[in-house]
Each structure stands twice: as C-alpha cells, then as structure tokens.
C-alpha cells in the first residue's frame, strides 16, 4: 500500500447515489448507506484540488424496459424527476459536479455510465486520465461503469469503501470486484486523510 498523489488528470466518479439504491428505496444496497461518508470524503479530497466530481444517476421514463412490469428484472426505479432518482440529500455534491443521466429512454438500458452518455468524451475534453470510481452497486453500475472506462483507456482507481453491492447471488459483489482487478482497475483505500493503493 503506498499514498496515491492527486493531480491534474484525476478525476471522481460517483455512481448512482440515488434514494432507490438506498435502504428503504424501491431497489435498496444493503448497506448502500454506508458508502456516504466515505464518498463525501472523497468529494472534499478531489474538489479540495480543484479536481473535477462527476456524479452518474439511473434515469429511467416510468415505462422503462428493466421493469418488471416491462419484462425486465427489476422493480420500477429511479423514475426521472421522482424522489426515488434524486441524488441522496446526505451526499455533499460540489456546486459544480458534472451530472450524467443514462438509460433515460424506456428501450434503452445502460448500467454503465459510459453508454450513450458522451462521458468519455467529456472526460477527455476536461483533461482527465484517470478516475477514482465509487457508489452503487458494486456488481452492475460500478462494475460496467469500470469496464467501460478501462475501455475507454482510462486508468481506473476503485474506491472500496465506497462501493456496496445489490448481491442478488451471494458473492457477486466479491466476484465483480475480481472482475474489475483483473482487467486492471487498482483498489483504493481512505487512509491518513488521503488515498493509499
Ligand atoms: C443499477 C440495477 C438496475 C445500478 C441500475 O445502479 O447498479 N442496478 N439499474
Ligand atoms: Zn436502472
């Protein structure tokens, strides 16, 4: 483990920290409440230095194509401009966080926030080599999110304490996080008021 010095180039992504992903949301993480202080921390850290805060949400019509209902398998969740899809009222958000909406029409759907977002694009544009990836959940968003992104030819720093997975198998959490080392995102940590890796 040794500190990882930010800088020019770096970037935070969080992913969908909205109420529906949240204990007592219509699609709640176990423990998806527990990634919050973390990820505020790591707000605080990367806006500190001027560093750019990206912050995806699921943004779905209310006759999305992952809804039950629909035949998708899901229950209906972080419907637009609903409570449930609003970023949770505990999360600092800087003023200035770059908002990404994906799987906002009702055939398309998209757990990562690189699918028909422009994110990469605009990632680009802003300078960004590498990006530090945390929220919800582990084993879809986050985990699509860090593959596109390895893709994409970003270098890819996994916040652990700021990720918590759905587990609709026991152990898919585990396995994601598996999944995302081996194609070369690199785990983090919080450590001494920084990141170590
Ligand atoms: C997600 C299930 C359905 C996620 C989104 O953000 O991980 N999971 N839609
Ligand atoms: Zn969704």
Redesign the pocket.
Known sequence: MSAIVLGKGDALLI??L?ND?LPGGS?G?PQGDLVIDPINTLIALYSSRGLPVYASR?W?PDDHC?FAAQGG??PP??VADTPGAAFSQALKLPQDAIVISK?ATSQE?A?SAFNGTGLARSMLADGVKRVTVC???T????LNTVLDGIDAGFEILLALEGTRA?EVTPGDGDRAIARMLSRGAVPVRLSGGGLVG
């Open positions: 992913v969908d909205q992903f699609l993480v699921d779905h992952s398998p899901w969740h972080c799987a759907d757990y929220g919800l959940a084993d879809y968003c986050v759905v």
